[in-house]
Every structure is written in structure tokens, then in C-alpha cells.
């Protein structure tokens, strides 16, 4: 782990922001569940595009053509990444969210009443509300329950896939508790039953690699600023899938993957520094190829992450007053984010304490409001999250409980 500390270290260099103190502290970046911070590859990627070829798609002049194979390439990078078929399986929007709810309303014409959709408890909104909605069409919407320790129901979930389910809507890890579910095992229920398997990667992404092949999802969503890149959302339709569905746009829209599903004027500038971020994360890794690169990168920071988030875990957990929810880290496989409690004050009095001590860490329910209900934390205002990103150290980890320890104490 030391050898791997010590090349993470070196790393931070590349992350302007990570300079910037407060209250006389260094600012320690926890808040990465909600969206990391991002090296200078990507910033500088971002204001090259302005620079140099800053132009609406599809013309016959040198910054608008540089401009479509400026996105084409991206598309093919994100291929990459996620392990896909090529770069036509791949959609780009304004966020993960919007994506969603295109793909909820294009899906909703070809459902009839009766017919039946399955989400979690554990999902955020994101993964639940544009799929609740077709309650309002007839369509049944059922619900896997969700389990004291943070994980799925997985004899409720196999009960609730019946020849009448059409699709499964389920999270590859919970931005709330770092649960991460078993998305293969699902897949073969679906299979079995014929239906469509959509996840929600945002909170997976991050930290692992995926093979979207492998898995045999139908759709995939993510959003890269949750992995060091601008706010752009990005789905993964199985290739062929998204010509078959109705999708919502202008009659001038091509009407083929993947831009069926994309309305309007894409985020050319922000696509830019997603390529750009995708790209920053492979020279973590080795290879011959750019995917092979990406797995070996991924591979090595998910191994970085969840050493320093066990650390965090175990010393957090020994804080008198703190409770910690979720799975436990040990024998788990397991996100690198810890949500917790301290005894006598709310998650909010619980941030404002570590914004003071530089620490920067999230409370209540991070738009995954159902797992928190469930869990009988909602009125007391839910949790505090910090989320380990590839920049951490464990100097930081040693901040970050000695601040708690503060506060238990005070």
C-alpha cells in the first residue's frame, strides 16, 4: 500500500483546487459522492475547445467538422471505459437524471397497463422517479425492500420478477450507504422473464470497472462529473436497442443511435473534458490498448480507495457515539463512501463542524431519500457522508476522525 500511496500522492498535483485552504485548513475534498474535483487535463481540455473549434455539429467548415469528430471520439472513449460494443452505443445529455426520464418516457409507449416495472428501496430518485411515474399509465411499479444492513432483499427481488416484468430498474452501488448490488445475478433473473435491465452506474463508475458486455445490461447510465470530468450525463443503449424505441425529439434529429435519444445542441465543450477525464484516468493503468489501460487504471484505484476507506471505516467506527450504516467494508465488496451518525447532533451541525476543520462532507439524504426513510433516519435529517475519491490521503482520513472525535467529545 505504501508504493501506492506514495504514486496517489504524486497524483494531487495534477488537481489545482486541492491547493485552496480555508480557515487556515487545506480543504479535504469528502464531498466526491456528489461530484469529484478535476485535474487540470480536463480544464485545459475544456478551454481548448473554445480556443480552437467552438461551433454547432454537422457543417462543412473546419471548427464545426472538428467539432463532430471532437464528439464522435468521445463517444468512442466513453465506449471504452464502459467496456461497450463502439461509440454508436453511447448517448450523451445534461445529466444522468434527464437521460432517465427520456428513457422512461420512450419505453412508456410500448408498455401497457398491467404490465409491470421494478425498482429498489435503495435507489436514488434519479433510478425511482421517472420509472414511479408510469404508475399513471397503468403500469404496476413494485418495489424491492431494502434490509437493515444497507443491502437488497434478494428473495424479495427474485419474487418480484414475474413473466409480467417488462424491465428492471436497480442502482450498481447506493450513493447513500456504498452498498453495491449484484447486478449479474439480476441479469439472469431478467434474462429468464425476458425483460429489459436498466442500471444506474453514477455511483459505480468511480470506483470500478465496467463491462457492460459482460454484464448484458440493456441500458447504463453514469454522469462524469462524479468521475473527475464536467457535468454531462451519458447513457449506454445495448447495441440495436435504442432504434427500438419511440423516443421524444425534433423530426430534423437523426433518427439512429445514439442520437435518437439527444435533444438539442449537446454540451460540446463539457464533452470535450469528458474524453479528456477519461483519458487522465487510463495513465493510472497499463496496456496496449486504451481499454485495457482504463480496466488496469480502474483496478488500481478501486484498490487505493477501498485501503484508505477501511481505514476511514475502522477508526471512524471506533469514535464513541458514531454509528455507521451500510454494509461493513470487511468481505464486502463495497463503495468507498461511509455514511454515519454522531449521537447529540444532526448530520447538519455534524458538516458545518468539518467545514470549519477544512473538511468538506455532505448531510441528509443525497437524493436517495427511500433508503434513508426506510431506515428511520429521514425526521433526525438523515446522514453524514464522506466519500474517498483517488486524491485522498490518510492524512486527510486522520483529519477527517479527529474532527468527529471533536464533536463526540464536545
Known sequence: MDNLSREFELRRKDFPSLARTYNGHPLAYFDGPGGTQVPKAVMDAVTAYFTNCNANSHGYFVTTIESD????????VVAAFLGAEDGNTISFGQNMTTLNYALSRAMERSLRPGDEVIITQLDHEANRGPWLRLGERGVVVREVKLLPNGTLNMDDFRKKITENTRLVAMGFSSNALGTVNDVATVRRWTYEVGAYLSV????YAPHFPIDVKSLGVDFLLCSAYKFYGPHVGILYAREGLLEQLDCERVCTQDHKAPYRIETGTLNHEGIAGVKAAIEYI???GQGSTLREKLVSAMEKISSYE????LYAYKNLGSIPGVT???PHFDGNRRAPTISFTVEGHDPIRVCKHLNEEGILAWDGHFYAIRPIEILGLLESGGLTRVGISLYNTKEEVDRLVDAVKKLSVG
Open 282 to 284: 487510463s495513465t493510472f
Open 324 to 326: 455507521i450504516y451500510g
Open 69 to 76: 469528430k471532437l464528439i464522435t471520439e468521445t463517444r468512442n
Open 200 to 203: 444506474d452506474a453514477v455511483h
Open 306 to 309: 477501498h485501503e484508505l476507506a
